[in-house]
């Protein structure tokens, strides 16, 4: 009799087993999908597609554009779910307010995805001030007004993670005619490595993300940028204009929708990466640079490491 008592309560333990883990999981999944996003440049491109795949999956979603009716139109009005916000990433003050619009709606901001850019070609003699600094507003001061404002309730949370959306060319500049365009995306690299630092403390995720091509709209008319004022002489810049405007818009090899999938997987782990390069051309364009500058290592560390002050 005893046994048969040891074996249906060693039953009902497992029985209750089951049914914790089950529960946990359950409400894990459930904490998992409520989680707030806010994503900048989310009226087209991969931030629209992340924008989409976040609310098939349950996400909570606050996504800004400086046109609110092309969200309203692609996505739909103001929900428990979704929450459009006309935002000015070069006006700190407008950002301000979106993010606490957010916060207001929502209650709370889990995940912030520094999407928002443009591509601009010319080379740095024939780009104007002018040029040069809007592309440094958007690409760089943009990001830096949402994070300045999203870092408060992250700290505040002891929770969070944070997205920069860098790109190749953040990592590799050797593309003539994108000079400007890449030192934007150098600069993004540069605070999120001391971003990451910064907000670790406070146990705040920073992924710096570097994509290769991806087939969206980046490249196309009305989103990519060239010189107002070109030079004739600059062929070989000239040559990489047209290869990007007409050869490779259209034709990357990578899809935005498996980029969505890995920034969702990326939001999940408990210990995500700070250097994320995305796409196999991105590991090939990096993985070149690391050899070119591994070989100038070696070449010139005599000399390089010559520099001692002398004690004699």
């Known amino acids: 009799m005893a046994t048969i008592f040891n074996d249906l309560a060693k039953w009902q333990d497992f029985n209750f087993f089951i049914f914790v883990s089950s529960f946990n999981h359950k409400y894990q999944r459930k904490m998992e999908t409520q989680k707030v996003w806010f994503v900048t440049g989310a009226s087209k491109g991969l931030g629209l597609t992340l924008v989409k795949k976040l609310l098939s999956q349950n996400f909570r979603v606050a996504a ?13 009005d103001a929900s428990d779910a979704f929450l459009p916000l006309k935002m000015d990433l070069t006006d700190n003050e407008n950002v301000k307010a979106a993010v606490t619009e957010c916060i207001n709606h929502f209650g709370k901001l889990d995940v912030l995805v520094n999407n928002a850019g443009y591509a601009l070609m010319g080379t740095l003699e024939e780009l104007s001030s002018m040029e040069v600094k809007d592309s440094f507003d958007v690409n760089v001061f943009g990001s830096l007004n949402v994070i300045r404002h999203v870092a408060p309730h992250f700290r505040k949370q002891q929770a969070g993670h944070i997205f920069n959306i860098s790109s190749i060319g953040g990592y590799v500049g050797s593309f003539p005619g994108f000079g400007i365009y890449c030192a934007t995306k150098f ?51 000239r ?54 500058i591994q070989k100038t290592l070696e070449q010139n560390e005599p000399l390089a490491t010559s520099t001692d002050i002398s004690n004699h």
């Open 239 to 292: 040559q990489m204009e047209q290869d990007h405007l007409n050869s490779i818009n259209g034709n990357q090899p990578n899809d935005p929708e498996k980029a969505a999938d890995v920034l969702i997987t990326l939001s999940k782990e408990e210990m995500p990466p700070v250097h994320f390069f995305m796409g196999k051309d991105a590991y090939l364009y990096a993985k070149q640079k690391l050899d070119l």
């Open 187 to 237: 600069a993004v690299a540069g605070l999120t490595e001391a971003l990451a630092e910064e907000m670790k403390p406070f146990n705040v995720h920073t992924t710096l993300v570097y994509p290769g091509y991806f087939r969206t709209g980046f490249l196309s008319k009305g989103s990519a940028q060239t010189a107002l004022n070109p030079i004739a002489e600059y062929k070989a810049a």
């Open 64 to 76: 800004t554009s400086r046109h609110i009716e092309v969200l309203i139109e692609e996505i739909g």
